[in-house]
């Protein structure tokens, strides 16, 4: 006889976490196996930190491969002045390498990276990252020796950086601010793909994912890439914008900085984070007083809506 699940079953077995094994990772046969939103995000960062130090130190065979691609290739020279590839071009090709050394390459296959034709100061951030059905060629049938190609959606998401203002720049100055923002990106997208995101295990809390996206998972994981990226190895010197991240998430979720977090563990000084929340917290209190004094004009209709900026 065969029972039928209740939902509820199919509920809590749909909730139950997912490990990954850091064998299969240096092994390289884990990338297939992954399951969406199916990992702590604790746990998550906790296997990030490690690569990232592995790297340094007794890289995986995957990080050795890129490392050296990277090495042999004059186009990640951020110092050479070629100015005959596109710099979107280069982007795409950091993204590849930065999903090797830092992600497993758990992002090629179900990430998209564009560059918007739209300026940052427009749009009122420098980079975004969303979900998005991706498709992807698929070989069905085999008939006769011919191999007959389908398509398949899958889960992914898109990174979006947008463009900009500067021409007066050199390439490494643009360079350098773009792949700091896909990296930033990156960390959110695979957090996005891989991290549970229920409800039931609080996932959203500050300790996990953040309200606001860059709670404490983000944030271990942005130190740990952004230090193997400026470390000597890779030599890049990008900034995650991290400590302004952190600033912005306490302030926007109305939480109070608890002194368990450890900020020097991050490369942040405590006495200054606290300094700079509450200077925020007062321009912030200022921007609500102005806000509540505009949406009461607004209900007579006499000023524009501006689209809420989201920061990333
Ligand atoms: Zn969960
Ligand atoms: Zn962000």
Sequence with gaps: MKFNKTPKTEEKEKHRHKSIRFSCIIEECVTNELAYNRYNA????????????????DPTPL???ALSYFRRNPVFNLLN????????????RYFEIFSDLFFFSSLKEHCEVNMSERQA?????PGHCSPVRIERPRVSLQLAGMALQGHEHQEGVRITLYRRDMDSRSRQERLTMYLGTM???MVHAFLNLWACHSRKCRARSFEKIGEFDHGVAWQEIAHAVETAANSAELNLGLSLRRKSMLLSEVVKSKMELSEAIVLSEWGMDYAEVERELRSKKRSRHGEDVEERGRSRYRSRGNVDENAQAHEN
């Design 42 to 57: 604790s746990s998550l960062s906790g296997i990030i930190v490690t690569l990232c130090k592995v790297l340094t130190e």
């Design 63 to 65: 990080q050795k491969r």
């Design 81 to 92: 002045d070629i100015e005959d590839v596109l710099d979107v071009k280069v982007v795409e």
């Design 121 to 125: 100061v427009d749009v009122g951030h």
């Design 183 to 185: 990296l930033h990106e």
